[in-house]
């Protein structure tokens, strides 16, 4: 339905619009051009006598005297007249609003042109060319240069059309593209189009508030260039053709990315830079990953959750960009990260949403940021428990102790210990808590898993706050003298985000460490030479509708004849609408 201006069933309808309107202007206009032009003098008193405005008067004048009286009334009251003599009987015949009839015409003529023009400017002769196999719309996603011939249109070859192009800041084409059903044409432009800088202006809300661009026309036939700036409803007029302001895009900005490693296994930490709309191949352990850079956005302004606290109706938060990773059998997962982390509830945390498809809402994993405003503890608790060696001597450790000094076989017992331990770890790592549930569910008698729920939950927290405290440790803190509220709470955050890290599904959370912004405005470009034959059709129907409904046509017939030395006048008259208004002016105009 996007192409249903140019559809062929919207074609043939507007062609049968313009056949049936001709037709019916055809057989009534001459019919009123005659009713324009006729007075009808030929009328007899019976039959005004019976008109609902009519009255009958002596007049103490002449005949002559009487009929001039008569005439410059309705001369005064906006009235033509013609008279005629007729058995010594004078007819008057009078009227106003007689361009009515033209209303009429004009509308219906006005319809004409209009499709005229609609037809002029549509790609009828593309849709021809089509099907008399010289053109072929190209469906396949290329680039502009490999378009074959069967699908480019020259500069001089198309005589209207509406075009779009993309252009990035400080790029230029001489190309646009035109939509036909499920493809694209290429059409050749006479002028080269130079983005020299683009800039957009935001509402408090966050929409577009403005956007305008400076560019600059090259003519490629006279090689002259002119400078302008083109804003929405400000097109840029050149020559034969319209430029707007449609829209806006991201222009390839380039991306420097981290990826942090979220799955077990020997991965490097990736650092590298893609242009947006780029993409490249990433290997990981269970085969390559392809990396597709979708989308990059400068501004997410969004309502405050926290507007009484603070004030601020909406906030930014920051760049966001999308990203897919597409598998070896083409099956794509989509992410949508924040570049900035996100504060809730007083704590900061970097947002990574995923969906398996378009149609799906975003499910979100929430990163929690340590004292540094960063995630490099929550990925060096990532790295432990994906670490099995880190995790055994962990586990050895925290086993040892729990053992009483006065057992017979300590080392035993904390070996025993430290494998059950590791292995609800590893329970744990892999699908959270709901993991470590379904396997007691599986291995312990109905009467025993509440027993056994809460003894293996209490081992759990007891080796991941053992691991946790090692990694503070490792960054220099003394765990000693005891952690503070925020760290105790960053536990609490990370543990969280390891139960919804396992539904994440992805073997690296990729960060945006900083960017390179480039901006594309995206211009429609038009050459409509019917346009003016369509404004003419517009016009003229104003001027039609203008004339039906708001000029009534009004007649009126004076009969003045002499008898027994008295003059008598018969009077009455009519018009198409609003009786009471002509009544009124009827009644107005019998007034000595």
């Known amino acids: 339905m996007y192409d249903i201006y140019s559809a062929w069933w919207f074609m043939a309808l507007l062609a049968f619009l313009l056949v049936s309107t001709s037709v019916c202007i055809f057989h009534n206009a001459p019919f009123m051009l005659r009713e324009w032009r006729n007075y009808r003098l030929t009328v007899s008193a019976k039959s005004l006598a019976m008109m609902h405005s009519s009255g009958r008067w002596t007049s103490p004048l002449g005949r002559a005297e009487t009929v001039d009286f008569v005439t410059s009334k309705l001369e ?5 007249y013609r008279t005629n003599e007729q058995d010594d009987v004078i007819t008057i015949a009078a009227k106003k609003g007689a361009s009515n009839r033209l209303g009429y015409m004009f509308t219906h003529a006005a319809i004409v042109i209009i499709c005229l023009g609609a037809l002029y400017d549509g790609n009828f002769n593309l849709k021809l060319k ?14 502009a240069s490999q378009v074959p011939e069967i699908s480019r249109l020259k500069a001089d070859e198309n005589h209207a059309f509406r075009a779009n192009a993309n252009i990035p800041e400080g790029t230029s084409t001489g190309i646009g593209f035109l939509q036909m059903r499920n493809g694209y044409l290429v059409q050749e432009l006479p002028f080269i189009i ?10 408090p809300s966050g929409m577009p508030k403005s956007y305008e661009s400076d560019v600059v026309i090259y003519d490629k036939a006279t090689n002259e260039s002119i400078e302008k700036t083109i804003k929405v409803n400000h097109p840029l007029v050149y020559k034969d053709f319209s430029i707007y302001q449609a829209s806006f895009d991201d222009g390839g900005s380039v991306l420097n990315l981290h990826a942090w490693a979220l799955t077990p296994g020997k991965q490097q930490i990736m650092e590298f830079s893609q242009k947006v709309g780029d993409s490249r191949v990433v290997p990981m352990p269970e085969g390559d990953l392809k990396l597709e ?4 956005q400068l501004f997410n302004v969004k309502p405050n959750p926290d ?3 603070t004030g601020r109706k909406f906030i930014n938060y ?9 598998d070896s059998s083409g099956q794509a997962k989509e992410f949508f990260n924040y570049m900035n982390p996100v504060q809730q509830e007083g704590r900061y945390f970097y947002l990574s949403g995923i969906r398996n498809s378009v149609s799906e809402p975003f499910r979100y994993l929430f990163i929690p940021a ?12 990532r790295n432990v428990l994906n ?13 040892s102790l729990s053992i009483q000094p006065d057992n017979p076989r300590p080392e035993e017992q904390i070996n025993a210990m430290a494998v059950v331990m590791q292995s609800l770890a590893n329970l744990f790592n892999q699908g959270g808590y709901n993991s470590v549930m379904a396997d007691i569910n599986n291995k312990v008698p109905e009467n025993m898993r509440e027993t056994v729920t809460e003894s293996y939950f209490k081992v759990l927290q007891t080796l991941l706050g053992t691991a946790y405290l090692e990694i503070l440790a490792a960054e220099g803190v003394d765990v000693d003298a005891g952690i503070t509220p925020a760290q105790e709470q960053f536990y609490n955050d990370v543990v969280n985000s390891m139960v919804i890290l396992a539904s994440y599904d992805a073997p690296f959370y990729l960060q945006l460490k900083s960017f390179d912004h480039k901006q594309a405005s995206g211009f429609q470009i038009t050459k409509a030479p019917g346009k003016d034959i369509v404004y003419f059709g517009c016009i003229l129907l104003c001027i039609g509708i203008a004339l039906m409904f708001y000029v009534a046509h009004k007649r009126i017939w004076v009969l003045v004849d002499e008898k027994s030395a008295k003059t008598r006048i018969l009077a009455a008259g009519s018009g198409d609408r609003h009786q009471k208004e002509f009544a009124r002016e009827f009644k107005a105009l019998a007034q000595v």
């Not at 920051?318 to 597409?326: D, I």
């Not at 340590?370 to 608790?381: T, V, W």
Request: without cysteine.
């Open 194 to 203: 130079e983005l020299k800088d683009f800039r957009l202006e935001h509402y």
């Open 387 to 399: 670490d099995p060696e880190s995790m055994a001597r962990i586990a050895k450790k925290t086993a």
């Open 318 to 326: 920051g760049p966001s960009y999308t990203f897919r990773l597409r």
């Open 130 to 143: 089509e099907l008399s196999g010289q053109l072929k719309p190209e469906t396949r996603d290329i680039y």
């Open 307 to 309: 507007e009484e606290a």
């Open 370 to 381: 340590d004292d540094e405003i960063s995630i490099k503890r929550f990925i060096a608790f």
């Open 76 to 80: 005064h009251g906006g009235y033509r």
């Open 293 to 296: 850079l979708a989308e990059f």
